[in-house]
């Protein structure tokens, strides 16, 4: 499912040849559905001739800000794509909805799994969602006394907590995952059981790991792509994600990665760098030729969050 640095990509590789345009016309393919129960005859009229003034994110949603202060909202969910094509060009696979814009280009979403949706929300809709996600990982207010502050007295274990969207935006199962190997945390301890530097630790994973996958454009293992249609690459720099189902060696220790279920949700990690039972004290280097469980893997930046 594309998470924040996904959806993120997205945006930025919009934004110059879309802000601007004008929409002339909405063209349905062969899912009404995509944009929701008032369906495509309905919103389609209030979408022509609206201009696009602005793409912004929040958690995993796009929005497109338009003229009349409404916005149109796209949301990939787990297989959704929304590209910039040339009119003349064939739909795409599993297209629903083609957007055309003035200077003869669209903006297509196709999803094969037929769960995101592209809906116009009025004002009062944006805010409520606004309202209903958690903060911005990557923003200024993010800070780790605020982390803190969300997961105290949280007894739900740590990796199903912070799935949750109301706590922190934008997080999924891969940069959980990654984030918690970084911040050398059992994915199923409990939330509210952190010391002050557990959750300082963990605040500058969740920020690096964002970071190296926007820098990375993304993480595409299937269907994951750019508004141009091009995968991402960060899939060639995760630690643990999808690699315990293979028990693969943990980049620090050496040790085979774990598979596990938490939420629902495949979970990969390492039993050795990432104890169940908090350690006392910061574990020591590891023996001659291993990393010690606190040092950082290559290309991530641990460095004080601001």
């Given at each position: ?17 879309v ?18 129960p008032?369906?495509v005859?309905a ?16 958690g ?29 060009q064939p ?13 003869g ?16 929300l ?5 805010q ?13 207010g993010?800070t ?6 969300a ?16 706590l ?8 959980v ?8 945390l ?5 939330a ?6 557990e ?23 299937s269907?994951?792509?750019d508004g ?8 060639a ?19 085979s ?37 606190g040092?950082s893997?290559?290309?991530?930046d641990?460095?004080?969050?601001r």
């Amino acid at each position: 499912m594309p998470e924040l640095p996904e959806v993120e990509t997205v945006r930025r590789s919009l934004l110059d040849a879309v802000v601007g345009r004008l929409i002339v016309n909405v063209v349905p393919r062969s899912f009404p559905g995509v944009m929701g129960p008032e369906g495509v005859d309905a919103v389609a009229p209030r979408l022509v001739g609206r201009r696009i003034k602005a793409i912004r994110r929040r958690g995993k949603y796009l929005l497109f800000g338009l003229d009349d202060g409404t916005d149109l909202m796209v949301h990939l969910r787990m297989t959704g794509s929304l590209v910039l094509t040339d009119r003349d060009q064939p739909p795409l696979r599993f297209e629903h909805l083609a957007i055309e814009l003035d200077g003869g280009r669209d903006l297509r979403f196709s999803d094969q799994r037929k769960f995101g949706r592209v809906l116009h929300l009025l004002p009062g809709a944006s805010q409520a969602l606004d309202r209903r996600i958690g903060p911005e990982p990557l923003d200024a207010g993010f800070t780790a006394d605020r982390l803190a502050a969300a997961l105290a007295n949280r007894r739900g274990k740590l990796k199903a907590v912070l799935l949750d969207q109301g706590l922190v935006a934008g997080l999924g199962n891969i940069y959980v995952d990654e984030a918690l190997f970084h911040a050398r945390l059992h994915p199923e301890r409990p939330a509210g059981g952190l010391s002050p530097t557990e959750t300082r630790r963990l605040h500058r994973a969740i920020r690096a790991v964002l970071r190296q996958g926007i820098a990375n454009r993304g993480t595409t293992f299937s269907s994951f792509q750019d508004g141009y249609g091009a995968a991402g690459g960060n899939q060639a720099t995760l630690n643990v994600y999808g690699r315990g189902r293979k028990g693969e060696p943990c980049p620090r220790c050496g040790r085979s990665l774990l598979l596990t279920t938490v939420a629902g949700r495949s979970t990969h990690f390492c039993g050795r760098c990432q104890p169940l039972v908090a350690p006392s004290l910061d574990a020591p280097a590891g023996p001659s030729g291993e990393a010690a469980i606190g040092s950082s893997p290559a290309g991530v930046d641990e460095s004080p969050s601001r």
